[in-house]
């Protein structure tokens, strides 16, 4: 009977987002399949008529602008955990990003000092490096426990510059030499290995597939105790813990598996790339993927997906297109500065708002407007 | 939203000078009506045993004793400042004693985690509505629900039996909870769009779903109406019929006097009187207390 109460609510609100809630469940369902379908498709987008040319990237192969795409928005999803579910502003994600990296290419690149006791492929890797991240995440986790919003956010931003300058300066990680030949993912298909050096479009496909399993994921997490617990953190932790939510258990899941997704989109960057140095992991990178976030709306997947996919398509298609004697490329900050400032005006909840802070948004318009 | 409703030095002049079924307005007739606790007994539930809390300079609780026993309504009371709400935050692992014990069924409570101490059955509300609010109402009690539950985050992501069969029950048990303070109309909406009338009744719900031995309210009927009040009297009864001890702070003097088995009352972090609502009702020190004048010159 509550369900009723909770659909009715749902259905009263506008938008796309209201249109799709009133929908019966199997209409969402197809609705959910055709877009999964036409994802895979996308690397074929250039052949649509009139308007495929317009959206394919120029100034890069577009699978492989797809595939820069695919880590993006996995990146956006891990760090939506973290900031949209738990309400912990992290600006050093990057970092863990980087362990992902890191790990694959220490446990398989010949120039790994490891080579001879691993020289994994690139699949037994993978297990090791997400383990690997997931400590990384609870290590930034527990001294940051009592720490929120701007003090987290310092100490956060501090932990990915720690990355990046012992990537730097180790010569175990090897600066800018970086690792070499981490090899691919596995498979072959009529004799020749799937994931090779020049097509994208398998990376691409295996980046969706990972997408869609980390969104089941997150969605089971969210819609269970654990989702409510993150919740009540981020609007009163105090509270949350006098209502019996272990609070420190479950910032430390966040922070452990937001992890875990920037980890797995370390890894296939790596397998992806075949080469990785500490140039790869600048700052830029996680404040990118946080504004990737706020842009989609903060909170809900679909808006960070939408967010992550954005942060990587709009620098990607300036590529190529120039201005006088400049690629346009070259100006892809402020553009892009100036892309966000106008969405952030226009819709300050973000392009696809999460319910809940679409109606405080609403609220506050309420409070504010004469009585 | 509104202040809380203090009351004025005459409305409690007139609470305290003539018998309470005749100053309320409020239907009243059963306020004074002797209100026994069935399930009352003479086990202690909760002590407080010389418990002093400084903030700095400020002593909030200054050497104060009583205990709770169970099944019964206890009202704790006294003027701004007195303590109450620091007492409240004192049992619930909010602050930290500087000197003496909290016992909660023979157990100290002090030095216990927040959660532990609601896990281990005592609930509260807080004075300044403290709910969760982009969550809906339902989430919000659910949140209390899982106190009690295992569900690890394993299971939750492969949805393993165990997370069907929480989730089951304790959604249910949350719109039982719903209908029983009576806002389950207002389950799938965000809380922070209910009216304050009903946010109260949504933490009490939300409380309740820790599943406590001990529930502590903290001026729940502030900023209500008569007619609201006299409902939240109800609920309150209800609650103890339950099973549940209530300690409840209030400002409304007729409230207090009409639903409380004993009361104790505060002023300036001290202790100054502790009996039945009748004994407490015609305490000098109290009465002098409540209209401001300094104990000493009552
Ligand atoms: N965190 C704190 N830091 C410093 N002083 C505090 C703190 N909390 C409470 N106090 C002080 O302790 C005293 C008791 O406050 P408390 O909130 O317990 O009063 P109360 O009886 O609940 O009053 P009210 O009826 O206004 O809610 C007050 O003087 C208050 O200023
Ligand atoms: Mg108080």
Excluded at chain 1, 10 to 18: A, L
Excluded at chain 1, 49 to 58: A, K
Excluded at chain 1, 132 to 161: C, H, K, N, Q, S
Excluded at chain 1, 243 to 271: D, Q, S
């Amino acid at each position: 009977m509550t369900t009723t109460t909770e659909k009715a609510t749902w259905r009263s609100s506008g938008g796309v987002r209201g249109w799709f809630g009133r929908q019966p469940g199997w209409v969402r369902g197809i609705i959910v399949l055709v877009s999964a379908i036409l994802a895979f498709l996308l690397p074929y987008a250039a052949e649509v008529p009139l308007i495929g040319p317009q959206i394919v990237t120029e100034g890069i192969d577009w699978p492989s602008a797809l595939f820069n795409m695919s880590y993006y928005v996995l990146l956006a999803l891990g760090l939506n955990v973290v900031v949209g579910y738990a309400g912990l502003l992290d600006l050093g994600y990057v970092g863990f990003f980087a362990v992902g990296a890191y790990g694959t290419a220490l446990l398989t690149s010949p120039d790994s000092v490891l080579y001879a006791d691993t020289g994994w492929k690139w699949l037994m890797a993978v297990p090791v490096a997400l383990a690997l991240t997931m400590v990384a995440g609870l290590i930034l986790g527990w001294p940051t426990l009592r720490l929120r919003g701007d003090y987290l956010a310092i100490v956060t931003l501090g932990f990915a510059e720690i990355i990046r300058i012992f990537a730097t300066s180790t010569t175990t990680l090897r600066g800018d030499r970086g690792f070499a030949s981490i090899p691919h993912p596995p498979g072959m298909w009529n004799g020749k290995p799937i994931f090779g050096v020049t097509d994208a479009v398998p990376y691409f496909w295996l980046g969706l597939v990972v997408i869609i399993l980390v969104i089941l994921g997150v969605r089971n997490l969210d819609r269970s105790r654990v989702g409510r617990s993150w919740l009540a953190i981020r609007e009163d932790e105090e509270a949350a813990e006098i209502m019996g939510v272990r609070t420190i258990k479950y910032k430390l899941w966040a922070f452990a598996i937001g992890a875990f997704i920037g980890g797995l989109g370390g890894v296939l960057f790596a397998g992806e790339q075949g080469f990785i140095n500490s140039q790869t992991f600048v700052l830029q990178f996680s404040i990118l993927v946080l504004a990737g976030v706020v842009m989609g709306g903060s909170g809900n997947m679909a808006g960070a997906i939408l967010g992550g996919a954005l942060i990587s398509y709009i620098p990607d298609r300036l590529r190529g297109i120039s201005l006088g004697d400049t690629d346009l490329y070259e100006y892809r900050f402020a553009l892009f500065g100036l892309v966000i400032i106008i969405i952030m005006v226009l819709r300050p909840q973000g392009l696809i708002p999460s319910r809940r802070r679409a109606m405080e948004l609403k609220d506050r318009e309420k409070e504010v407007a004469p009585q | 939203m509104s202040e809380p409703h203090k009351e004025t030095p005459e409305e409690l002049d007139r609470a305290n000078e003539r018998p309470v079924d005749e100053a309320a307005p409020t239907g009243g007739a059963k306020l004074d009506e002797p209100n026994p606790s069935p399930v009352r007994g003479e086990e202690v539930l909760l002590e407080v045993d010389h418990v002093t809390l400084r903030f700095g300079g400020v002593v909030a609780l200054n050497d104060v004793s009583f205990s709770l026993r169970k099944g019964e309504i206890f009202g704790l009371i006294g003027p701004n400042g007195a303590g109450k709400t620091t007492c409240f935050n004192a049992m619930t692992g909010v602050y930290r004693p500087t000197s003496g014990a909290i016992r909660f069924q023979g157990e100290s409570v002090v030095g216990k985690k927040k959660h532990e101490i609601t896990r281990g059955g005592i609930a509260r509300t807080f004075q300044n509505v403290r709910l969760f609010p982009e969550m809906t109402a339902l989430e919000n009690v659910m949140v209390g629900a899982d106190a009690h539950h295992k569900t690890s985050v394993i299971s939750a992501l492969f949805r393993l039996p165990r997370f069907w069969s929480e989730e089951k029950s304790g959604r249910a048990r949350s719109i039982e909870l719903l209908k029983f303070v009576g806002i389950v109309h207002r389950a799938g909406d965000v809380s922070r769009n209910l009216s304050y009338g009903e946010q109260r009744r949504l933490e009490i719900a939300r409380a309740l779903a820790t599943n406590p031995t001990l529930l502590c309210l903290d001026e729940p009927a502030a900023g209500f109406n008569p007619a609201e009040k006299e409902e939240l009297l109800q609920l309150i009864r209800k609650i103890r019929d339950t099973g549940v001890t209530v300690l409840l702070i209030e400002h409304d003097m007729r409230l207090v006097m009409g639903v409380t088995d004993r009361i104790v009352v505060l002023e300036f972090g001290k202790k100054i009187a502790e009996g039945t609502p009748a004994e407490v009702r015609d305490n000098p020190a109290v009465i002098a207390a409540y209209l401001g004048v300094p104990t000493d010159a009552a």
